[in-house]
């Protein structure tokens, strides 16, 4: 009489917190290499992932089905649980992406305020009589030097909705433009209230718009330096059963000042990672032959004579094509009358 099979081991249950969601996506989207921690302990017994060894010993870690079902439905939590703002900056971000920009979102930026005013500097001490004068030096400058300017900037922190720069090689040609999205009313008369945040948007690019919906405000009510995106219908493709729905439109471009980063800028795009669209694929260039541009092997083939081969095609034309003509043939070669 054999033994009885041991049961398959049932999932515990497991509640699920942030952390072990955060895990799943790091373990789709990397090898699967464990880190054997607790939140792996959780997942490995709830069933959400599985372990794997290979014959060479290596152990790697997926995802089961009920895993991959528990990521779409926390993405999908996510997704309803956005706001008007930030669908909104999503689907601007979508438009900057598909005409070849860089962008980032929830950036941190020092900014300088020019001309700010400052407070009155206080009123000098005068030296005691153990300590001559003439050995003290002045602890500041009347004189209107530069650094002088540059002590009574005030710096602070922008936060812009949407940073981007085209996708060139040539520095003069970045063109950095700041997009804030306004999705209410209310929203945007507060930024216009201030003035220090528009000046620091000002100094980080060389273009600044505002990207709201149709009938928020009128243009005039916007300063005459800052570039307008409406948005006409509603935040999805077919808003409203309109053929037109969810569509962007540019009122006014914004009045054009040229900028150089400072390498402040720089060093926070470079610790920040930029938006990547829905279609991008991440290791698109891969495996991707080195050879010719697809297309050009067709169209010497559409030129060849239909019953030879493209490859005898080509080598027929080279016999037959006539040496270009170099000066130095063209002097010492006698020409026959």
């Given at each position: 009489m054999s033994a009885p099979q041991p049961s398959p081991a049932l999932p515990v249950p497991i509640a699920l917190t942030r952390f072990h969601r955060t895990r799943l996506m790091q373990i789709w989207r990397s090898a699967g290499w464990p880190c054997k921690d607790g939140l792996e302990i959780d997942l490995l017994a709830a069933g959400l992932v599985a372990l794997h060894t290979a014959p060479e010993g290596f152990e790697t870690?997926?995802?089961?089905?009920?895993?991959i079902r528990t990521l779409a439905v926390?993405?999908?939590?996510?997704?309803?649980?956005?706001?008007?703002?930030?669908?909104?900056?999503?689907?601007?971000?979508?438009?900057?992406?598909?005409?070849?920009?860089i962008v980032w979102t929830e950036l941190s930026l020092r900014a300088v305020i020019e001309g700010a005013a400052t407070s009155p500097l206080p009123?000098?001490?005068?030296?005691?009589?153990?300590a001559p004068s003439a050995t003290l030096p002045p602890l500041w400058s009347d004189d209107d030097t530069p650094a002088a300017r540059a002590a009574a900037n005030v710096w602070r922190m922008a936060r812009p909705d949407l940073f981007s720069v085209r996708n060139t090689s040539v520095p003069a040609y970045l063109q950095p433009m700041v997009h804030e999205i306004k999705y209410s009313r209310a929203d945007l008369l507060s930024d216009l209230r201030h003035d220090a945040k528009r000046q620091a948007y000002q100094w980080l690019c060389e273009e600044c718009y505002y990207v709201f919906p149709a009938g928020i405000a009128e243009p005039e009510e916007i300063p005459?330096?800052?570039?307008?995106?409406?948005?006409?219908?509603?935040?999805?493709?077919?808003?409203?059963?309109k053929a037109e729905g969810g569509r962007f439109e540019l009122l006014r471009p914004a009045r054009h000042a040229q900028c150089t980063l400072p390498f402040a800028v720089w060093l926070a795009l470079c610790k920040a990672t930029p938006l990547r669209g829905e279609g991008a694929m991440a290791q698109a260039q891969l495996g991707e032959p080195c050879g010719e541009p697809p297309g050009d092997v067709d169209d010497r083939a559409d030129m060849a004579d239909p019953?030879?081969?493209?490859?005898?095609a080509a080598v027929t034309a080279a016999a037959t094509a006539p040496a270009p003509l170099t000066p130095s043939t063209a002097s010492t070669t006698p020409v026959a009358p």
């Open positions: 870690l997926k995802l089961t089905d009920e895993g926390a993405r999908q939590r996510s997704v309803r649980a956005l706001s008007g703002h930030d669908r909104l900056a999503q689907k601007f971000a979508a438009q900057l992406l598909a005409s070849g920009r009123t000098p001490v005068e030296p005691t009589a153990t005459e330096h800052f570039g307008i995106w409406v948005l006409h219908g509603g935040l999805d493709d077919k808003a409203d059963n019953g030879i081969e493209p490859a005898a």
